[in-house]
């Protein structure tokens, strides 16, 4: 069990760590961000499954046998959660790539992970309902053990997620710039003021052409959920900021993907790519 004990600590600082980035992204005010839908529920989520693991760690600490019944729910919400995201990613899949298919096979191994875990957290519940002479000093040391992991552990995802988000910072108001642009159709003053590598892989017509259908089946952006950002250094001082978003525009929603290339205190867009059904109907 100290195994599941010390997953359970990393599952709860994991979920905070999320907790405040979700909130930091949704709230930046760098970015001029509007509250998205979305991201309220996964920060909800989130703390959902902090306490869901600071509890589970408590009862397999004391043995409690609400603990046992309380990982049921937890592997039923895992396995369910599974399905939904491996599911509706599956029916993404091309139609010549049978999409019907991908979806058996994410069902049918989904359920066998389920069925071996729930065997095995069934041959767990005498640890449970047994309660064997307590060994306070082992006990002890074993808890503090576990405090300094968690604490370490805490440290480090809180220091990693305020790196990204201080790197992040110059591409926040640039994506902001960009839809105020879009919306201007001021397609060509975008392609401009791009970085070379962008120019250098896509000629001004294609790029045009694509803001243009962009902003004509979709609209202006309206709200926008960070959902991953990326950052790497090259050699003469550039950085690349890689952010994703699930963006609500007027007639649909979307995932944009930008690249942005810094250096000297100054970002120029290095790659846009953006997927919709609105843009590529069925």
Known sequence: MRFLKVFCVLVCLFSVARFVAIIHGVFSPEA????????????????????????????????????????????AATFSEFLARAGSAAFKVPEADYPWFAFACVMVGGSLVALYW?????????????????????????LVALLCIAASAFVAINLLAAQTAKYREPADPAVKQFHEQLAAGQYVAIYDEADETLRRTT????????????????????????????????????MSIGVTYDTRFTHGIATEQFLWQEQDN?????RYQIRSNVLTPK
């Open 32 to 75: 001029g961000l509007i509250v998205a839908r979305p991201g309220i529920w996964a920060a909800i989520w989130s703390l959902v499954v902090a306490l869901a693991a600071a509890l589970e760690f408590y009862g397999i600490h004391k043995r409690a046998p609400f603990a046992w019944n309380l990982g049921w729910g937890i592997l």
């Open 118 to 142: 729930g065997f095995w957290w069934k041959r767990q519940k005498a640890y449970f309902t047994s309660q064997p002479p307590a060994i306070p000093n082992a006990r002890t040391k074993e």
């Open 203 to 238: 000629s001004e017509s294609d790029f045009v052409n694509l803001l243009q259908s962009v902003h004509q089946r979709l609209g202006d952006a309206q709200n926008l959920n960070l959902t991953s950002t990326a950052v790497s250094w090259h050699g003469g001082g550039r």
């Open 266 to 270: 100054r970002v120029a867009l290095g």
